[in-house]
């Protein structure tokens, strides 16, 4: 789950949420790599999902100061 407010703190240790957020990339890249075989609209709403969670993340690393 992506939170909403990137200033919502987690609750999850830092390892954990890096640990979330790499399953969730792993995935989508999975993902769009069976969708360059069938689908380009498919495949280009993955690229934006992917693009949409690293911004957020790095929104959140910015306020909680990782960065």
Known sequence: MIRKNPTESSTQSPVAEFNRVSAMLSLI????????????????????????????????????GRN
């Open 29 to 64: 890249d999975y993902l769009i790599a069976e969708a360059q075989q069938s689908d380009p609209m498919v495949e280009y709403f993955l690229r934006m999902a992917r693009l949409s969670l690293l911004e957020e993340e790095q929104a959140r690393a910015d306020v909680e």
